[in-house]
């Protein structure tokens, strides 16, 4: 079993709608939790980070972490075309070198 | 103009031959990265690097090499014992507890 789950999609949703993309792992040991977005052949850039448990808003985007059922969410509100990327979760431990564990991906596609 | 760049954008070899992917920043941090993607896979730690003259091996650092003369490079030797060299090559640097900037990747492919 991988440390992250991540669904691969692709996921095809209209403009303007909400977005839900989700993210399961198995190590009790992370405690910072981030959403990277990659545009086809590019790098990732990140997007939200959350510590520990809790929501946090940035604009149309919202971060959710659970640690109690080891799930992380990335809301996308009034979803555009230009969100249309891969989205990467990412988790790290708080050890003093941050390696970080990426999820595989959901591929995303906004239809104008 | 700051930032990571890594040269070249697409690279191709021939199997059996070593090459190096480049990696530079000016961003001035401390810790470097180097990620291998595939499809759906994810990202791979290859090799990381906290400080010059110090690097660590990855999840997967078979096959390949690297060197931290100096804070600002980070090159990528990919050699001819790794069995599956294509892929894309992302370097990533790092200063604080979960925070990665990464470069624009580059596309190896081994024929």
């Known amino acids: 079993q991988k440390e992250v789950e991540q669904d691969p999609g692709p996921l095809s949703v209209p403009e303007g709608a909400i977005v839900s993309l989700n993210c399961t792992y198995s190590?009790?040991?992370?405690?910072?939790f981030m959403w990277y977005r990659q545009y086809s052949r590019k790098g990732p850039e990140l997007l939200m980070y959350t510590y520990s448990s809790g929501n946090k808003e940035d604009g149309r985007f919202t971060a959710q972490v659970d640690k109690s059922s080891k799930y992380i969410s990335l809301f996308i509100r009034d979803s555009q075309p230009s969100d249309s990327a891969t989205y990467l979760c990412?988790?790290?431990?708080?050890?003093?070198?941050?390696?970080?564990?990426f999820g595989t991906g959901t591929k995303l596609q906004v239809i104008p | 103009d700051g930032g990571i760049t890594q040269s070249p954008k697409y690279l191709f070899r021939k199997e059996g031959q070593n090459v190096t992917l480049s990696c530079e920043q000016n961003?001035?941090?401390?810790?470097m990265y180097w990620y291998r993607q595939d499809p759906g896979q994810g990202l791979r730690l290859i090799y990381y690097?906290?400080?010059?003259?110090?690097?660590q091996k990855g999840d997967i650092a078979e096959g390949y090499s690297v060197s931290r003369e100096k804070k600002e490079s980070f090159p990528l030797t990919v050699t001819s014992a790794q069995k599956n060299p294509t892929a894309f090559y992302l370097c990533?640097?790092?200063?604080?507890?979960?925070?990665?900037?990464f470069g624009p990747g580059t596309r190896l492919t081994v024929t």
């Open positions: 990412a988790m790290s431990n708080s050890g003093g070198y941050q390696k970080v564990t």
């Open positions: 190590n009790s040991a992370f405690q910072y």
């Open positions: 990533a640097t790092g200063q604080g507890i979960y925070e990665q900037y």
């Open positions: 690097s906290q400080i010059v003259n110090d690097f």
């Open positions: 961003l001035n941090h401390d810790a």
